[in-house]
């Protein structure tokens, strides 16, 4: 069965900290994609990452970088030198093959404050 | 991408009434999502529409309480009927581009049923 856990509930930094934010997956599928979304308090969901599941590579993208592990089942996110307009609510969420297309379930999300 | 707009952003609904959500879209997509997010929670899929085709609905949710439409490649609708407090949530549009799995999300309905 398909399953995304963010363990972490909330997380609480002071700015230029840096902070990671863990996602452990469950999944039967050998093609799968993995997600990272951005809710800020407005409540709009901003899509931040894919990553396919034959694509171990680590990627890195300005104060952004994920790390992949297959090994772990993990698809970790990091924020580098965190600043204010970083709080938000984090979700990772994971697509699997579905019949005509592809159905994503996400996990918990992880409510990220940072304090100046 | 994809720009995805709603109707209504928002509204405050009786309970025992019905509100249709509108998500249009700025390009021809497949698929078409619907997913709810309860206050303090993550999103949950309601059904999957394709074009042409009834809705396929996830556990626990009904055609009967979640009427879709999708009369196009750009527009869906979703139909929350007979509305109780336990309705009260965000709803949320979202769209498969290009085949590529790239979703993107609509900026949601905040429906308050009193």
């Known amino acids: 069965a398909q399953k995304v856990t963010q363990a972490q509930t909330e997380i609480s930094v002071v700015e230029k900290e840096d902070v990671t934010l863990d996602c452990v997956y469950e999944t039967r599928d050998t093609t799968y994609y993995l997600f990272w979304y951005k809710q800020p308090p407005s409540g709009e969901l901003v899509f931040l990452i894919r990553r396919n599941s034959f694509d171990e590579q680590n990627e890195i993208s300005g104060r952004y970088s994920w790390n992949f592990q297959k090994s772990t089942s993990s698809f970790n996110f990091t924020i580098t030198a965190s600043q204010v307009v970083d709080s938000a609510v984090y979700f990772c969420a994971l697509s699997e093959t579905n019949t005509g297309g592809f159905k994503t379930i996400f996990g918990a999300g992880t409510r990220l404050f940072v304090k100046a | 991408s994809a720009v995805i707009s709603q109707k209504p952003s928002r509204d405050i609904c009786q309970r025992g009434t019905s509100l249709t959500i509108q998500c249009q879209v700025d390009s021809q997509v497949t698929m078409m999502f619907w997913y709810r997010q309860q206050p303090g929670q993550s999103l949950t899929l309601i059904a999957t529409a394709n074009q042409g085709s009834e809705a396929t609905y996830e556990s626990g949710f009904v055609i009967d309480k979640f009427p879709i439409s999708r009369p196009n490649l750009t527009f869906s609708t979703l139909t929350v009927s007979n509305m109780s407090p336990e309705d009260s949530s965000i709803y949320l549009c979202?769209?498969?581009?290009?085949?590529?799995?790239?979703?993107?999300f609509g900026p949601g309905t905040r429906l308050t049923v009193l």
């Open positions: 979202s769209v498969d581009v290009g085949g590529l799995n790239e979703q993107f």
